[in-house]
């Protein structure tokens, strides 16, 4: 069993949240794959956090921000890795930036120009906008003046790993797009960029790494035993009710089950929801619409 989890951890590439979380959690490694991304070499001050979550308030909707990291000028630079088109993105890219927003002015503060300039990196495999570009980047603009800037100190980049307009952009960039969906040594080593080389070697250390090994097992195997159970109990139904039928609500049931049990252990709904989208392969709204369905507040 260990072995083929290791092959598992083996086979991830960059593109998947949890190799990008690990390998991005060296100082290093994020401030070149930031550089990289907005072509400007950008120099972070501290160690960046990973799955860090934010809540203004009990009754909101936490985030979970994949890594946030802060450069030299107090600029904070947070990206995500979406692997799916949940339709939703933009507008959550919104929410993001005012839960953010909010966290960094202490209560009381009067000057609203002590929040921090900020730059959200969304990366994804997919073209959100469908204009075939590797790199949209949207900072406040007037409608009736494009050539006047808003200037409130926030970006939000949206990445597409699949862009078509190869000449605007340079060989490291390009070459770090090929890199990010196929995350290999082989992809490495036909590079000449020392940044990608340098977060390749971070990734070598995190597929050899016993500790990294065993927590991707852990997760791997919370999944395949729920996905399991619930199959398990789908094919029980099935002799009944059709197979079809029977292994859908075998799944549903594996999903109440688990919602159920994260409840008991007081996990919060955001919380719930986070590992509803990660264990069962769920869309947002699916997720949501499960825990409305049997959650208990």
């Known amino acids: 069993m260990k072995s083929n989890i290791i092959t598992k951890l083996d086979e991830l590439n960059l593109i998947d949240r949890f190799l990008f979380a690990e390998t991005m959690e060296?100082?290093?490694?994020?401030?070149?794959?930031?550089?990289?991304?907005?072509e400007d070499e950008v120099?972070?001050?501290?160690?960046?956090?990973?799955?860090k979550e934010y809540r203004i308030s009990p009754g909101l909707r936490q985030i979970r921000l994949d890594v946030i990291s802060m450069d030299k000028n107090y600029k904070l630079y947070y990206s995500e890795m979406q692997q799916r088109d949940t339709g939703n993105l933009r507008k959550r890219s919104r929410?993001?930036?005012?839960?953010?927003?909010?966290?960094?002015?202490?209560?009381?503060?009067?000057?609203?120009?002590?929040?921090?300039?900020?730059?959200?990196?969304?990366?994804?495999?997919?073209?959100?906008?469908?204009?075939?570009?590797?790199?949209?980047?949207?900072?406040?603009?007037?409608?009736?003046?494009?050539?006047?800037?808003?200037?409130d100190?926030?970006?939000?980049?949206?990445?597409?790993?699949?862009?078509?307009?190869?000449?605007?952009?340079?060989?490291?960039?390009?070459?770090?797009?090929?890199?990010?969906?196929?995350?290999?040594?082989?992809?490495?080593?036909?590079?000449?960029?020392?940044?990608i080389k340098l977060i390749h070697e971070n990734v070598q250390k995190i597929r050899l790494s016993e500790k990294m090994g065993v927590k991707y097992m852990q997760l791997w195997e919370e999944k395949a035993y729920i996905m399991e159970e619930a199959r398990e109990e789908g094919l029980a139904l099935g002799h009944a009710q059709g197979i079809e039928q029977g292994i859908e609500q075998g799944i549903e049931q594996g999903i109440v089950a688990f919602i159920l049990d994260n409840l008991e252990e007081g996990k919060s709904k955001d919380t719930i929801i986070s590992k509803l989208i990660r264990h069962f392969s769920l869309s947002e709204s699916a997720a949501l619409g499960y825990y409305d369905k049997y959650g208990i507040s």
């Open 43 to 51: 120099e972070l001050l501290k160690k960046p956090e990973t799955e």
């Open 95 to 151: 929410y993001y930036q005012a839960q953010l927003d909010v966290s960094l002015l202490e209560p009381g503060s009067k000057d609203f120009n002590f929040l921090n300039d900020s730059c959200f990196i969304l990366i994804a495999p997919f073209d959100i906008f469908g204009r075939n570009l590797y790199r949209y980047t949207f900072e406040g603009a007037c409608r009736e003046c494009p050539d006047l800037k808003l200037e």
């Open 153 to 195: 100190g926030a970006i939000r980049v949206f990445i597409n790993t699949k862009g078509e307009n190869h000449r605007d952009f340079s060989i490291e960039f390009l070459d770090f797009m090929k890199y990010i969906m196929t995350t290999t040594d082989a992809v490495a080593n036909n590079t000449t960029s020392k940044k």
């Open 26 to 38: 060296n100082r290093d490694a994020y401030q070149a794959a930031v550089s990289i991304l907005l």
